[in-house]
């Protein structure tokens, strides 16, 4: 089975949503469908090739194709909205003269023009869309929508979208790259971490959604043999994140890490925390955090908000729990979950049916259904 799978971003990426997408398609190729990722032309400061850079294997073609790329200037939001209406004309007409199965996007609004002749739709989708009428004939047309999250689900049916063409699938992790062969301490000296301290460790981005500011003030509470590092974000906002918490004297700010490294430095830490905020909708509701499965993997104590989100993964058994956005409340949950092995292992048992290779195989027999015929 041939499949074309549209992305618009920059690929490689320091972001999540790139490693998700490459992932998602190596997958799918050792589900043995032949697949092409067709991105947009960007400017792009990262120059190693895509499938060095992410440590995937070359099974699925690269495909990028003009897009008017104005994105890296400091310019107003119309011109994010110029870059895609661009790619979305390319990818229209390039896709005039190919033949495919299946037409796999994670952007709705990408997919509009194709809806129109194309019927093997399938949209994945991480949040619902704010301005709804631009993206609903295409939640109508799509063959089968993929969400991340029950809510997410829920909100599309109580939008007018039938149950029936909707499938949940959270994100998903390479477990084998995450449950490594290495003691804390081999990890530590690796990473030149400290060796006398307590760590409660976060990867990923500093937006306040993900909560990184309340795992910053929660570290006020902690012990003077603890630490909190923080690995990931933007330049930007890794400079901005350090102005904020400059006279803190007991966390550890890194910035952005290899992707090949983070599983190091889980490896290294006491406790894993997921402090996302319950503030807005797509982390109290849409998210399904790769790192959540990524700590899972791990074999660490995990320390996550109380939220609906992330309740589809971990619960009280699996993690130690607290109330989203209080610092205090958090602090005293790392303190309870330091070593804690037990909530650990209950997470690592868990984690199997989250493998993307498994992902891949529940969304092909669920799009099989729609008599769109796929063999794997």
């Known amino acids: 089975m ?21 992932k998602m398609c190596e997958a799918f190729g050792n589900a043995g469908i032949e697949l ?27 495909k990028k194709i003009f897009s008017l ?48 002749f194309n019927k093997n739709l399938v949209l994945e ?15 109508k047309k799509a063959k089968a929508i993929i969400v991340i999250t029950k809510q997410l689900k829920k909100s599309l049916i109580e939008k007018g979208i039938s149950e029936n063409k909707i499938l949940v699938a959270p994100d998903g992790v ?20 400290p060796l006398d301290k307590k760590i409660a460790l976060y990867t990923g981005h500093l937006y306040e959604w993900k909560g990184a500011q309340i795992l910053a003030d929660a570290a006020k509470f902690l012990e003077k043999d603890a630490i909190v590092v923080f690995v ?51 982390s109290k509701s849409w998210t399904s955090p790769m790192k959540m499965f990524e700590y899972m993997a791990s074999q660490k104590p995990i320390v996550a908000s109380d939220l609906p989100s992330i309740r589809e993964a971990l619960n009280n058994r699996s993690s130690v729990l607290f109330q989203a956005d209080n610092p205090n409340d958090l602090a005293e949950k790392i303190i309870l979950a330091l070593d804690n092995h037990e909530v650990a292992q209950r997470a690592f048992l868990n984690v199997r049916q989250y493998a993307w290779g498994q992902r891949v195989k529940n969304i092909l027999e669920f799009v099989n259904e729609f008599n769109i015929k796929i063999y794997y």
């Open 2 to 22: 041939k499949l074309i799978y549209i992305a618009n971003v920059r690929i490689p990426t320091e972001k999540a949503h790139g490693i998700q997408i490459i």
């Open 36 to 62: 092409e990722l067709v991105l947009p032309w960007r400017f792009n400061q990262i120059k190693e090739n895509s499938f060095d850079f992410y440590g995937v294997k070359k099974i699925f073609k690269i």
């Open 69 to 116: 790329d104005l994105i890296s200037l400091n310019v107003p939001k119309i011109f994010f909205w110029i870059q895609s209406l661009s790619f979305s004309i390319s990818v229209f007409f390039y896709l005039l003269f190919k033949k495919t199965d299946i037409i796999y996007s994670r952007d709705s609004f990408l997919l509009y023009l194709i809806s129109f």
């Open 125 to 139: 989708l991480h949040y619902l869309p704010k301005h709804l009428f631009l993206h609903k004939r295409v939640f």
């Open 174 to 193: 390479d477990i084998d790259k995450f449950d490594i062969d290495i003691s804390k301490e081999e990890a530590r000296k690796k990473l030149n971490l």
């Open 232 to 282: 990931g974000g933007t330049k930007n906002d890794e400079k901005n994140f350090r102005n904020k918490n400059k006279n803190l004297n007991n966390i550890l700010i890194l910035g952005y890490r290899p992707y090949s490294e983070i599983p190091y430095y889980l490896k290294a830490a006491d406790v894993l925390v997921l402090p996302n905020s319950g503030k807005e909708e797509i």
